[in-house]
């Protein structure tokens, strides 16, 4: 058996700009007066306003636009599909190419930390409204880092060891460095947000506050039905990261390894077991590859590791005890096949709800997502959600999106409560 040998799991794959780069590349903006690129940013951090500051050299008052508008500023850097958002509504698309929005994001909040700029505080007085959010993903982050900003007093409960959800847990370091998500949190908590960890919450400890954020997101595994699914070899995508983020050095997925899916997460587990040593790692797709969800970048940077991706197939059956045969047949009409050895199978199909009525009492559909008007209320009064627990799981901008706004309609329910 070959020597197995691990690459480095917490270098970034993409260097970001230096400051002559991020210069010149701040010099293609237009300038536009009504920037199409702000409008197309869901989260509202305004593309058009700080890249004009960077473009005259005020890398501070880029880095107070970015933090102001996303609290999030550095992790949306590195995982937002920029090319289906900002990029995309880019007015010098019709000339050559997007300005790299992303890439001066992040330039100006990596300067942000390099200089330790002071760009959020917390109010001076505080208000006597008390709001607990569930959950420490990108959801419950941006809540509740609007309320502490007007002034509220903010819990956050997480049933794991550290912030960060999906962030922390779910995105290999390649593409998402735990220390850009710690510089995030840490904005966060400079807010005066209180954090309790490792804490499985119970509706009774929520009684106290005057209002509650569900921001949980998608921790349900999800495998198809195949035979041989529940073979000891056999991961949902949510639990392989996680093991990938929390053993490190200790984690070993084994030679062989296929992924089963197309998006992002799929990708990320792919990257994760040939980052942890696996000599031989394959994503298979249902579709081909032009239809795929994940970024192309993404897929080009796993290639580059030597990484296999098959399309048009879809698993049929595993079979084995240490070893899996994973057989595949055509996606398309099932007419041919195809067979491998792998030691372990990762399915990144998706992943869903868990239960929540553990700790709010609220409306779920049939698929076990919460239930919320256009202004993120349920049906309890008390009871706000967002995020991936509401939407089925979109992009991390898209959670910051919705904990701005779920955060906008809490304050104006306890403004209507009385309670300031």
Known sequence: MSKIVKSDFN????????????????????????????????????????????????VKGAAETIRENNI??????????????CEEFCSRCGIDKPIQ??????????????????????????????????????????????LAKA???VTIFEREAEAGGVLTYGIVPTRLPKKVVDHDIKMVKDLGVAFEFNKEVKEADLTDFDAVFVGVGLWGAKIPDIKGKDLKNVYAAVDFLKQARTLEDKFAPGENVIVVGGGDVAVDCAVSAKLAGAKNVRIVYRRTIEEAPANMTEFEYALSLGIGITTEMAPAELVGTDKVEFAMFDGRDGVSGAKFKADAVVFAIGQGPEA?????????DDKGSVKVSDQFETNNEKVFAAGDIVNGGKTVVEAVAEGKAAAASIMAYLEKKGVK
């Open 11 to 58: 270098s970034e794959a993409v260097a970001g700009f230096t400051h002559r780069t991020a210069m010149e590349e701040a010099a293609r903006c237009l300038l536009c007066i009504d920037a199409p690129c702000s409008q197309g940013c869901p989260a509202g951090t305004d593309p058009g306003k700080f890249i004009r500051s960077i473009r005259f050299r005020n």
């Open 72 to 85: 999030l500023g550095g992790t949306c850097a590195r995982v937002c599909p920029y090319d289906r958002l």
């Open 101 to 146: 929005i992303g890439k001066l994001q992040r330039y100006a909040i990596e300067q942000e930390e390099a200089f330790n700029m002071q760009i959020l505080k917390a109010p001076a007085e505080k208000k006597a409204g008390k709001v607990a959010c569930v959950g420490a993903g990108p959801a419950s982050l941006a809540c509740a880092s609007e």
């Open 151 to 153: 002034g509220y007093n």
């Open 356 to 364: 929540v009525d553990g700790f709010a009492a609220v409306a779920t």
